[in-house]
């Protein structure tokens, strides 16, 4: 027979890898310099922009 799945476990367990997900991305970013961090927001930026160029106009009611 399986072990009986504890849910509260397995929801501390997700929200653990999130937080240090999160953690992880923080000290990434703020571990840089002015101008490093001025360049990772302008890529940002640009793969915002290509990502939204490639979205297709929905059609006006004329």
Not at 4 to 16: D, I, Q, S, T, Y
Request: positive net charge; aromatic residues 2%; proline residues 3%.
């Amino acid at each position: 027979m399986t072990e009986p799945v504890n849910l509260n476990r397995v929801r501390k367990e997700r929200a653990k890898a999130e937080a240090k997900r999160r953690a992880d991305a923080n000290a990434a970013f703020h571990g840089l310099t002015k101008a490093q961090k001025q360049a990772a927001r302008a890529e940002a930026a640009r793969a915002a922009e290509r990502h939204a160029a490639g979205r297709r106009e929905s059609p006006q009611d004329e």
